[in-house]
């Protein structure tokens, strides 16, 4: 693997395995990025509606709007490819097809590459190597939007806490022509992007001592109201009871 390809393009690749003798429900929440998911042992199954889908080796985990859910069997162990807000779009098109999903890579790339990716995935005990190799052949421009990368530094230096129209401004585009670089760029629109943003914020303030007032406050919502609805309605549970349980997770 070259150290510069990764830092390029990756925000982390990470191996993560169960080494429990149960099967966990594992939350995921929108983080504003595209997930490359490689299966190495054991299964993993996405829940949908209470019914359990077994993924792939190889899966593209699309932009999130709201909270998914995985069942993760004893034993399983899977590499992350987590690529940078604006870089998946580089490698995989059309990504806005894939919001709040999880796709076989096979969506992407023929079937006898997928096979013999997975043939030497699986008789390769370095897997990130056989992955970011991968990854080096498929890229299809080497080249981000750079007006779209300073808008989302500009997003995260300021938590969220600016609207659509102030950030087209700041890079100097037309609204219009932001929103449809923005969302080809990264699968999902500036204002879900900025919502996000605003939302993982919150997140982090819910597990510390601050009360929710000043949470909703230093997280830019309009009020306590607006914070909870936004809130519940990308992890399905209030602020409160998510602060609750975090706090309750951290004493066992």
Do not use: W
């Amino acid at each position: 693997m070259t150290d510069a390809f990764a830092k390029k393009y990756f925000d982390d690749i990470l191996i993560i395995e169960n080494n429990s003798n149960d099967s966990f429900t594992q939350i995921v929440y929108p983080e504003n990025r595209v997930i490359l998911g490689c299966i190495i042992k054991n299964d993993i199954s996405e829940i949908i509606n209470d019914q359990l889908l077994q993924l792939p080796t190889f899966t593209i985990d699309g932009q999130l709007t709201h909270h998914k859910k995985y069942l993760v069997s004893p034993g399983n162990k899977i590499l992350l490819v987590k690529f940078k807000p604006y870089t998946a779009s580089l490698f995989f098109p059309n990504l806005h097809e894939t919001v709040n999903l999880t796709v076989s890579l096979l969506e992407f790339i023929s079937t006898s590459r997928y096979n013999r990716l997975e043939d030497a995935f699986m008789n390769n005990s370095n897997h990130t190597s056989v992955i970011v190799d991968f990854l080096q052949r498929h890229l299809k421009s080497g080249q981000a939007d750079e007006s779209i990368i300073q808008a989302i530094k500009l997003a995260a230096y300021t938590k969220g806490q600016m609207n659509v129209n102030e950030l087209a401004r700041c890079i100097a585009l037309s609204k219009r022509s932001f929103q449809r670089r923005f969302k080809a760029s990264t699968g999902i629109t500036a204002k879900i992007f900025l919502r996000n943003i605003r939302f993982q914020h919150s997140v982090n303030l819910l597990q510390t001592q601050q009360n929710l007032s000043d949470i909703t406050h230093f997280s830019g919502y309009y009020d306590q109201p607006h914070f909870i609805r936004e809130f519940k309605s990308i992890t399905g549970i209030t602020p409160r009871k998510y602060k609750s349980e975090f706090v309750t997770s951290v004493q066992l």
